[in-house]
Each structure stands twice: as C-alpha cells, then as structure tokens.
C-alpha cells in the first residue's frame, strides 16, 4: 500500500515519467497477490482502487497536458490483465481443490481397502487356524483309510488359505510407513541363512552364486518373506536334477539378490502379469497357488525403494532379480564361517571362476 502510495505520487510530481510507477504499481499488486491468493471480494476491491488511483493519477497527467488522453488506454488493459490472471489463479486453485478432494477420497478408500484387508485376514486367521488344526487330527485318526485323502484336501486347502490371508496382510500392510523395521542386513550372509533353511525342503541343485559382500538397510523378517516367496516358485517350477542358485551382486551401485533356476521356464506372455495378485500361470505344477507370492514380493521390493525384475525362458529356467536402491555401502563385516552350507553346495568349494560362466540356461 505505501508502495503503491509513494509511486501514485511519483506519477503526479513527475507527470513525464508516470509509466514507471504505474508499471511498479501494477507489478508490485501481482506479486502480493501471487503470494496468497485474496477472496474474490477483497481482490476485486483492491483492483478497483488501483484502477482508479491509476486512471486519476494519468487524468491529471493528461489535464496538465504532460501525456496525450492515449496513455489513459494503459489502465483499463492493464486490470484487464490483471483480472485474466486472477482468473486463472482461480481456475487453478479450484483445479487443486478439486485434486486435494480426489486424493483425499483416493488416499481414504485405499486406506479403508487396507483395514478391510487386514481386519478380514485378521479374523480369517482364527478359524482357519482352528479348522486346520482339527483337520490334521482328523488326517491323523485316518491314517490308513480311505477317508484319509479326503481329509488331506481340506489340510490342503486349510493351508493355501491361512497361508493367502497370511500373503494378504503382508501386502495390505505393506504401504504403511511403518511397514519396515530397517536394520543393516549382510546380503551374503542372509542368503547363506536362507539357503541353509531351504536345502532340507526340496532335492534340488542348491547353490550359492557371486555373493558380492554388500550390507544393506532392510527388515530382515519381510526379505525373509520374499525370498520365500521366490524360493518356493523355484521349487515348484523345478524338478529333482534342477539347479536352483542364489546370488548377490552388485550393480551400478545397487544390490541385486538373485534367484535363478533351471525349470520349467515361464510363456513371454505370462511374464508381463505374473507379478499381478491372484495371478497364477499356467504349468504352475502340482500343487496349486494362491497367485499372491510375486505381489508380496513386489511389495516389499517397493517398500525397499527398489523392484523386483523376472527373465525367463520356458523349457530353460527363470531369473528373479530383487533390486535394492542403489546404495552401495559395502560392509565385508561377514565372517568366513556364516558362509558355509552342508556338503554339496558350499561355495567355498566351488571354483570361483566357474561362477562368473554363463548360468547354463543362457537368460543369465
Ligand atoms: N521360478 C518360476 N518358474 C516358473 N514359473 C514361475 C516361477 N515363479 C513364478 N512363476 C509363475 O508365476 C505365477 C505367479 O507366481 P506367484 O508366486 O505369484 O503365485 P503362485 O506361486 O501361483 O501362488 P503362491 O505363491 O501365492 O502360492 C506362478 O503361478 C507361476 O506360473
Ligand atoms: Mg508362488
């Protein structure tokens, strides 16, 4: 205001050099009214005074016959402009409005869609765990009659229940902030832990790759889960001769875990979707999924900052590659003796050379 005060009075002391201050004048009320924009009422107001302060300040420029009547044009064009611009400030305040509101429906659904997924697994949970539990005394009373493999149906699918609300909570949890409870996980060692865990599971070719020693921040128990996750489609999707291999390497700076396998491959078609929930491809082998393993495992990549990346070819194997953020804090903190694992697959053995070959099934 005293801005605008001291320029209108420049206008009439130095009719001759009105147009700089009525330019500041109109200049300076654009940069104030960009910095909050003002109710349509009070703008209005102010845009008034200031045309007619103007518009006096030029008439008496014009009066003393210092500027010709033309320069009294300048005011009405400039509140014009003034007001296109306010209208658009308008427009594109309604727009954000408009935006908050959908975002904020957006962000409540997803939220109610979350609770509802949790409260639902939630109480899934107890009866299953409790029809699951009296399922398999059942199975045992059976032992030995023909009713027994009925019964086994309903422990099968008791468990890909419990187990589809247990992989339903984790996904539906895995957008809340406090998903992750990061700590300095060793890749190498962790993998060594997790192969340990797997060997006795399945008759398969198990071996560790290149296991780069690189520490990373991550919840130990979700990687845990996802890798799980991957470990049993690689046992799924492979026979007893079949080499399954996981690795640790470092690219670009960013930890890569890899889980490659030498099975049944998946269709280039299939592999756009496999990641999708409740997606489950053909060939998935005997025993029937609940399509939810690579959604968890994407999930938690994402809670991670990274991605999980899938390379296949059908009849050769598949490779998972879960990405962590590109951080390289090497931390060769791992001891010697974390890394070994029973006879047969102990990478110490190995000869390191052999494991920088091309994987056999060439998606390597
Ligand atoms: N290593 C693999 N080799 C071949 N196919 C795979 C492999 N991993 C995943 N797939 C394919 O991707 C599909 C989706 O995998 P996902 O783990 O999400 O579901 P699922 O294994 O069918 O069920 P769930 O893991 O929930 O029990 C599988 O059904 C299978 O067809
Ligand atoms: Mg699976």
């Not at 299953?128 to 023909?146: K, M, N, P, V, Y």
């Not at 309903?154 to 406090?178: C, Q």
């Not at 490779?319 to 060769?332: G, H, L, Q, T």
């Amino acid at each position: 205001m005293a801005f605008c005060a001291i320029n209108l009075c420049v206008m009439v002391a130095f009719p001759r050099w009105e147009t700089i201050p009525f330019y500041f004048i109109w200049i300076s009320l654009t940069l104030v009214y960009g910095f909050r924009a003002w109710s349509a009422k009070s703008t209005a107001c102010v845009v008034a005074v200031v045309t007619l302060a103007t518009f006096a300040a030029i008439g008496y420029d014009v009066s003393v016959h210092v500027q010709s009547a033309g320069e009294l044009d300048e005011v009405p064009l400039m509140a014009a402009m003034f007001g296109l611009m306010v209208w658009h400030v308008q427009r594109r305040l309604a727009a954000d409005g408009e935006w908050r509101l959908v975002s904020e429906e957006n962000a409540r659904l997803l939220s109610m869609q979350r609770r509802f997924l949790q409260d639902a697994s939630h109480q899934l949970r107890t009866p299953i765990t409790i029809a699951l539990g009296h399922a398999e005394l059942l199975a045992q009373d059976l032992s030995g009659r023909t009713e027994r493999s009925d019964v086994d149906v309903v422990v099968g699918e008791l468990t890909r229940l419990r187990r589809l609300g247990e992989r339903l909570l984790v996904i539906a949890a895995s957008e809340d902030p406090e998903f992750l409870r990061p700590e300095p996980v060793a890749l190498n060692s962790f993998i060594a832990q997790v192969i340990r865990k797997w060997i006795p599971t399945a008759p398969r070719r198990w071996e560790l790759g290149r296991l780069d020693p690189v520490t990373v921040n991550g919840d130990r128990e979700r990687l845990g889960l996802a890798l799980d996750a991957l470990l049993e489609n690689a046992v799924r999707h492979t026979g007893a001769g079949d080499a399954i291999r996981l690795s640790v390497v470092v690219k670009d700076g960013a930890p890569h875990m890899i889980v490659a396998d030498t099975g049944s491959g998946i269709a280039p078609s299939e592999l756009e979707s496999i990641f999708d929930r409740f997606r489950t491809g053909i060939g998935a082998g005997g025993s029937r999924g609940t399509g939810l393993g690579l959604a968890l495992v994407r999930a938690v990549a994402h809670a991670h900052g990274g991605e999980i990346l899938a390379r296949s070819e059908p009849g050769l194997g598949s490779e998972f590659e879960f990405v962590f953020p590109a951080r390289a804090a090497d931390d060769p903190a791992t001891s010697a003796d974390e890394l070994a694992v029973p006879p047969g697959t102990d990478p110490c053995d190995a000869d390191t050379t052999a494991m920088e070959e091309p994987w056999p099934n060439g998606i390597r």
